[in-house]
């Protein structure tokens, strides 16, 4: 990865893209720390102190600390992200919009400018709703200029890092709304460590202290490299080409593979299975009462601060409803994402076909029997490495915000753009054989 950088910043289109991403990265932190008009500041950091809670802290590092101190850009770009997932899914249900998927460039612009109209309508919600729901408390003189001035802030928030994302996409390197999340994310680490030198090493001896860091530096290597192994992974199908005339020459003949990857789904069945468990739990603490009886007990399964509290094994069922929500989850959207029977089609319509399997039906059948193994597997290995610090959270009462999403998408996304970087390099040193 060093070696990549180093010889990156000897390239001086690529060094300038380069300080293209930092400067807009450093624009980003700056205004996390402006904070909204007319709002009491504090209000959410209290808040937060007295609700904590698996879906808060989520926020709360993807909006890199901007939400607790309630910053124009405490929506972060979540809105955008929250948005992208359901064009994605409605282009299954509208015939007309996946007609745009199959359009190429164009179809592409369609659906980049229905997202963007959907991100600030979904902000606007978001920031109307946090001014009816917290209302006198939040705001400092509550008025309807004040209230539009909230509002407008919040909104023009997400917008702007909606635009920075773009722009990093067309200026910079890399995937402009992925490197936002990443730098919210990796913003809230020094915290964390801060919060964990509290809880396992101050006071301890020298000799204690050693072996927490020892502890804690071995847990997080392993969540990495899990992690690297599971975002690698990837089970490749052979095809070969036949051979046809055309005119008289014989063309094809030549083979390939289909690569499957074994997280298909990335990140997105944990963010889904996190979000419906819960759900729950935030529309209890946004109202403040605290439910009796079974409903207490359904509330308390739901957080995963409870999975694994030994005096309590009832709640041990939320980690299984869990581990079911994210199996789901990961058919799911992988079943959007992949198409078998598009992919056996066109494999036909090319002239392809997998060795020892007949065209057609017996394709996508063979196609449908190899992802439910591999879509398994990636789903253990994404259960594994989230819960791991679940487990250390639970047991050790560590509150620490990166877990295994967060760090999924540090690691994804930076082999990501490191694979852009190495490409942008390729095709600049390329010579081809026109130079020999």
Do not use: H
């Not at 709640?315 to 994210?326: C, E, N």
């Amino acid at each position: 990865m060093l070696k990549t950088l180093r010889d990156a910043f000897r390239i001086k289109e690529i060094r300038r893209r380069l300080f293209y991403v930092f400067l807009m990265l450093v624009i980003i932190r700056l205004a996390s720390q402006v904070p909204v008009p007319g709002v009491d500041t504090k209000f959410f950091a209290n808040y937060f102190s007295s609700n904590s809670t698996d879906a808060f802290n989520l926020l709360n590092a993807f909006t890199g600390g901007g939400f607790t101190n309630f910053s124009i850009l405490a929506l972060s770009i979540t809105p955008y992200i929250t948005a992208s997932i359901i064009v994605q899914l409605l282009t299954i249900a509208f015939p007309a919009l996946e007609e745009m998927t199959r359009d190429g460039e164009e179809g592409r612009k369609k659906l980049d400018r229905i997202t963007r109209y959907l991100t600030v309508a979904l902000s606007l919600f978001e920031s109307v709703a946090m001014c009816i729901g917290f209302g006198n408390e939040l705001i400092l003189d509550l008025n309807v200029v004040n209230v539009i001035v909230v509002v407008a802030s919040l909104t023009a928030g997400s917008c702007f890092l909606m635009w920075i994302g773009e722009q990093i996409n067309d200026k910079g390197v890399g995937n402009g709304i992925s490197i936002v999340l990443l730098i919210n994310i990796l913003s809230r680490v020094p915290q964390d460590m801060i919060t964990l030198y509290d809880n396992f090493v101050k006071g301890k001896t020298i000799a204690k202290a050693a072996v927490a860091w020892v502890v804690i530096a071995v847990i997080i290597l392993a969540i990495v490299v899990l992690t690297l192994i599971l975002n690698g992974a990837e089970r490749r199908i052979p095809v070969q080409y036949s051979q046809k005339m055309v005119g008289r020459r014989l063309i094809g003949g030549q083979s390939s593979s289909i690569p499957l990857k074994v997280n298909t789904g990335g990140v997105i069945p944990i963010i889904f299975a996190s979000s419906i468990m819960s759900f729950p739990g935030i529309i209890v603490a946004f109202t403040g009462k605290s439910p009796a009886g079974w409903g207490g007990k359904i509330i308390k399964m739901l957080s995963s601060s409870n999975w694994f509290d030994t005096s309590d094994w009832f709640s041990t069922l939320g980690l299984v409803l869990y581990v079911l929500l994210v199996i789901f989850f990961a058919y799911f959207y992988t079943s959007i994402t992949f198409n078998p029977i598009e992919v056996a089609d066109n494999m036909k319509k090319q002239g392809g076909f997998i060795p020892g399997i007949r065209p057609g039906k017996a394709t996508e059948d063979y196609l449908n029997s190899v992802l439910k193994y591999v879509i398994f597997i990636g789903a253990v290995g994404l259960i594994i490495v989230c819960v791991i610090p679940y487990i250390f959270n639970g047991l050790f009462n560590a509150d620490v915000s990166f877990g295994g999403t967060s760090l999924i998408i540090i690691v994804s996304v930076t082999l990501e753009t490191l694979t852009q970087v190495e490409s942008m390099m390729l095709v600049r040193n390329y010579k081809g054989f026109l130079s020999e």
